[in-house]
């Protein structure tokens, strides 16, 4: 679209347009005013008269017209250089553990797994889609944990990356098995550091307890309530929602290599989860359904806006040269006109 950096110069658009019509009346009165031979009717102004008698005035105000539009400074912005407004950073820490293959959601009769549900109902966040806002000036970042946690995207205003890498999330291979809460949250604060955000948060989308399982020769893991605190002295809130309720043993196909275990959901740690949320100024809920789920997410987007002022451009293609171009065009066919035989059609140019 076209914008206009100092469209106060429009308003001479009304003088021009005067200008012309009373040019052409003045004209007009001039030839009427011709002496006649004695019973010669009086010519009309209209038809080829009337064109032969303002074209070359019109040709000379609409270019003055053209230089006044050039005065506004037309433009049309480079897409490719959009500056947004300074929003949050935001972390989506998704837990891929294995009870996160639970069908626990139904959507017009299909059934979902909580990681499905998880994953469905992000990418409504992120794109705006029904009741959401979106998110266009927000950098958005993903991690993925399990036993360990995994960087899939930094905070980045590239949105399709974003999307492309909650789709490509899948359930932990099983020799990972394990959930460590502590150092997913450290990970994402670590992501978070480099950002200048006005505002940082972290989602936290869990199933159950902080388990992680031990593994020889490492460090051991950080208490999930140890990060929390950290996340609260470096100004980051952390929203925890637990995503599914039942616990129980069920049944799972190993994708590689075609065993079948039968690993155990156990119940979530809400006590955990809500003191995670209440340390840095967060909000801790439990979504049960998918209704419950996307009223949570809405509720998120309501509680974390996203900034809603305009997105400016750095570059701009300036529309100045080719309109000033078209009025010495103009201004050139006038003078043709002038001097040519437009003379001999009738018209007194002046």
């Known amino acids: 679209m076209v914008e206009f950096a100092h469209p106060v110069w429009l308003i001479a658009l009304l003088f021009v347009a005067l200008g012309w019509v009373l040019q052409v009346r003045a004209a007009r009165a001039r030839l009427l005013s011709v002496p006649l031979a004695q019973g010669a009717g009086r010519p009309g102004f209209g038809g080829r008269a ?176 140890q990060a929390a605190r950290l996340a609260a002295r470096l100004g980051v809130r952390i929203y925890t929602i637990g995503t599914g309720v039942w616990h129980g043993r069920f049944w799972y196909r190993d994708p590689d290599t075609g065993v079948i275990h039968t690993p155990e959901a156990k119940p979530m740690d809400r006590r955990l989860l809500r003191e995670i949320a209440t340390v840095t100024g967060g909000k801790f809920w439990v979504a049960d359904e998918m209704d419950r789920l996307e009223a949570i997410w809405e509720e998120l987007d309501r509680l974390e806006p996203s900034p809603l002022a305009p997105v400016v451009y750095r570059d701009y293609y300036e529309l100045f040269p080719w309109i000033g171009w078209l009025a010495v065009g103009l201004l050139a066919l006038e003078l043709v006109m002038r001097c040519t035989g437009w003379r001999m059609l009738g018209a007194p140019v002046r």
């Open 50 to 225: 009337a064109l032969v008698w303002t074209l070359p005035v019109t040709a000379r105000w609409l270019a003055l017209a053209l230089l006044v539009v050039g005065l506004a400074r037309p433009r049309l912005p480079d897409r490719e250089t959009r500056i947004y407004p300074k929003g949050i950073a935001l972390v989506l820490t998704v837990d891929t553990s294995l009870s996160m293959v639970v069908r626990e959601f139904r959507v017009a009769g299909e059934e979902l797994s909580r990681l499905e549900a998880v994953k469905r109902v992000a990418e409504r966040f992120v794109r705006g889609i029904g009741r959401f806002s979106g998110r266009t000036a927000d950098q958005i970042g993903v991690v993925s944990f399990a036993n360990f946690p995994d960087v899939r995207c930094p905070p980045t205003l590239s949105h399709g990356v974003v999307l492309e890498e909650l789709q490509k999330l899948r359930p932990a291979p099983v020799q990972e098995q394990g959930t460590n809460i502590g150092d997913a949250i450290v990970a994402a604060l670590d992501l978070l550091d480099g950002t200048d955000a006005r505002s940082k948060v972290i989602v936290l989308l869990t199933d159950g307890v902080n388990e992680p399982a031990p593994v020889a020769d490492a460090p051991p893991p950080i208490e999930p309530e």
